[in-house]
């Protein structure tokens, strides 16, 4: 569990948030109470097409129920001007991807072989299972992408949700040692990998993804001049976070599925949250300010 002190810093990064990137955003969160009734130690896998989906998962999560979230985030995040704060503050998980991503017009991504990044990545693969063993050992939960990337894929037919797919398969180019899945289940291979992993659905309504840089700095200069933090966005940018039910991996992990375990439990967290994703659709049925036109993404 979270010590007191962890509490306390839980907190500070919360109003941190509240006060910088939160306030451009009117966040509604569903059916949370999926994920009430599991410990301090599980999973997130969440899909990934706006800058802040995984602050915007980590916030609900550790803001409902006082805990602790770690997010697996590539190294370049830490070294970014309005992201990298809250990924240092958050403890996040650096990994380093050991590829360049290439993202096309159509949406689908083309991960390019990089010999510097490889090299990288094979002298960090270690530490960073170890630190993930560690922090599960400790009952941390811990947040991550399910397609390992951002994506654009964020239509709701099924070749969309077939393109997502490409990128949790085990392929030439992430092959199964290299896929988040496989890192984060890894430390629970002794206990049967007796570990839940929540499926979370995230929509955010933001078209033009410069107006995330754009309402970021004047968020940051809200934070530090006590005048402008006087002033409340009057178009907060809506979203939604809808929580799945738990998946349980030793399930997809026993002997009789070992070897096509990782791609089934891939695949399963990938439908329930497409699934969620047409549900929020049909609940925001009329609502044009949530509607997948403005989809972040772009």
Known sequence: MDSLEDIKALHKVHRDFELTLGRGYSLRIHDFENAEGLGSKALYAAN??????????????????DIWIH???KSELFHMPLIGPY????????????????????????????????????????????????????????????????????????????NELMYLEDGEMHEEKKSLISMTILPEKKSGYDIFIVPVAVETYQKDSKKVIIKG?????????????????????????????PVHVGEFLSSRKRKTGKQDLAEKLRDDIWEMRRRLANINEGDSERSLSKHSGA
Do not use: W
Request: proline share 5%; hydrophobic share 35%; with cysteine.
């Open 217 to 245: 700095v004047q968020a940051l200069l809200k934070k530090y001049n006590p005048l402008l933090r006087l002033y409340e966005p009057k178009n907060k940018v809506p979203g939604d976070i809808m929580f799945g039910t």
């Open 48 to 65: 990934h097409f706006h800058y802040f989906d995984p602050f915007f998962v980590g916030y609900a999560v550790s803001k409902n129920k």
């Open 71 to 73: 997010y697996i985030a």
């Open 87 to 162: 990924v240092r503050n958050s403890r996040a998980i650096e990994i380093v991807r050991p590829y360049d991503v290439v993202k096309h017009e159509d949406g689908t991504i083309e991960r390019v072989p990089n010999d510097e990044k490889e090299k990288q990545f094979k002298g960090s693969i270690r530490a960073t299972q170890r630190e993930i063993a560690d922090m599960l050992k400790e009952d941390h939960s811990i947040c991550f992408a399910l397609s390992g990337t951002r994506t654009r894929n964020y239509g709701l037919d099924d070749a969309s949700r077939e």
